[in-house]
């Protein structure tokens, strides 16, 4: 059975900083196209990041590209997505997502653009 686990999500400050992590289990992340979607209150899915299969190629939204940073841990299984200079705009509940076998990252907020989606994680940011 796969799952998508997402961990690190939590209340902080405008400025601060969180590390988000998704453990991946019954597949190989290596073998997966990995990204991170976002879903603010009352709004719409918005793609945040994401890595091809094999983790050659990384992609971060433009507008974040100087606040965030996404890696995968191939050893450990693990995507993670780096956060800092936190505003309140970045509140959401963020996903962890995986699609098979990708040569570029997946760019999508379909859900039937991926294989797997997480539960979510919870940030919120504010003073």
């Known amino acids: 059975q796969v799952q998508l686990v997402e961990s690190g999500g939590g209340s902080v400050q405008p400025g601060g900083s969180l590390r988000l992590s998704c453990a991946a289990s019954g597949l190989t992340v290596s073998d997966y196209a990995m990204s991170w979607v976002r879903q603010a209150p009352g709004k719409g899915l918005e793609w945040i990041s994401g890595?091809?299969?094999?983790?050659?190629?990384?992609s971060v939204l433009n507008a974040e590209r100087r606040r965030f940073t996404v890696s995968v841990d191939n050893a450990k299984n693990m995507l993670y997505l780096d956060m800092n200079n936190l505003k309140p705009e970045d509140t959401a509940v963020y996903y962890c997502t995986a699609k098979y076998s990708q040569e570029q990252p997946i760019y999508s907020t379909n859900r039937d653009a991926y294989d797997y989606w997480g539960q979510g994680t919870q940030v919120t940011v504010s003073s």
């Open positions: 890595i091809n299969t094999g983790g050659t190629l990384r």
